[in-house]
């Protein structure tokens, strides 16, 4: 299965940001973890801090690969160009965030993202990410 992985804004800077909130990995040692657990399937990432690029790389991808895992950070809570985006694609998306965005600022308790997802798990610190693949294997293996 070819599953893709879309970290938007300041997530490049995981391990250094906010390590209290975001713990002290960097994403791209993660990322080897899940290339090792996930050994049968085919994991791609991309991370940008801009919104259009997000946007591009999820039409670039998005009617060929089996499942997109997006973390789009702010862009969460701001874009419907983003939103707009997903709706526009065949591929399955599933939000994901580090944080449990539910227990902290207000702002971060809208999602423009959430009704256009497969669905979205939040709160379980960079394990979102595993739980989020294998639900896109779960589901697509379904008859
Ligand atoms: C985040 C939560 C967002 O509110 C925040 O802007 C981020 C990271 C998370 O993974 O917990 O950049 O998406």
Not at 81 to 91: L, M, R, V, Y
Request: proline fraction near 3%; glycine fraction near 8%; aromatic fraction near 10%.
């Amino acid at each position: 299965m070819n599953i893709l992985i879309i970290n938007g804004p300041n997530l490049n800077l995981l391990g250094k940001r906010e390590p209290t909130i975001y713990g002290s990995q960097d994403f791209e040692s993660y990322f080897n973890k899940l290339q090792t657990i996930f050994s049968e399937h085919q994991l791609t990432y991309f991370q940008s801090n801009h919104e259009g690029a997000i946007v591009d790389k999820l039409h670039e991808t998005g009617f060929a690969v089996d499942g997109i895992v997006l973390n789009a950070g702010a862009y969460t809570h701001t874009s419907v160009a983003i939103a707009d985006a997903i709706k526009g694609i065949t591929s399955p998306v599933i939000e994901v965030h580090i944080s449990n965005v539910f227990v902290r600022e207000e702002f971060r308790h809208h999602s423009y993202l959430s009704p256009v997802c497969w669905g979205s798990i939040s709160g379980f610190g960079l394990q979102s990410y595993q739980l989020a693949i294998q639900a896109i294997i779960n589901k697509t293996l379904k008859p």
